[in-house]
């Protein structure tokens, strides 16, 4: 499929604190226009967890990440964010009741409905995919990533 101009939407944010929230009302736009309203509140929550985990695991200092948004056949919606740091983000296991951190990608894994790591250089970026009812989903081989379902299973 060709993508048109309405199809896909992408913004570079810095490595400031402010990018989060912005990251997160920029996609919440894009949400709306394409209306994948039913799953918009776990759409933004994820943006924010991708967003929070590359500026505290992934973006040095001097650089930041870019947040891509794809529209397929009005039915998987899928975000990216790329960042130039290494590592290769994993669900953690044993966050306790009182921990800060430690659950963002356990709420991408439960939320979305696929997720995933792809390789660039230099970096990474990391995906999540929400299909429309009826929608099918990629599987994210046209573009050499590693896919993961709910539960963290290949």
Not at 20 to 47: E, N, Q, S, Y
Request: with cysteine; aromatic share 8%; charged share 25%.
């Amino acid at each position: 499929m060709t993508m048109s101009e309405n199809e896909m939407r992408e913004k570079f944010y810095p490595r400031e604190r402010q990018s989060v929230p912005a990251a997160r009302k920029f996609a919440t736009g894009a949400v709306v226009d394409w209306g994948f309203f039913h799953r918009l509140d776990g759409i933004a929550l994820c943006v924010s967890e991708l967003a929070t985990n590359a500026l505290l695991h992934g973006v040095p200092p001097g650089r930041g990440f870019l947040l891509r948004l794809r529209l397929w056949e009005g039915a998987v919606l899928r975000v990216e964010v790329h960042d130039s740091g290494g590592g290769v983000p994993r669900v953690a296991e044993g966050a306790g009741g009182t921990d800060e951190g430690g659950r963002g990608l356990v709420l991408v894994d439960v939320l979305a409905d696929k997720w995933g790591v792809g390789e660039r250089e230099p970096g990474k970026f990391v995906w999540c995919e929400f299909i429309c009812p009826g929608g099918e989903s990629g599987d994210g081989s046209d573009l050499g990533t590693v896919g993961f379902g709910p539960g963290g299973a290949a």
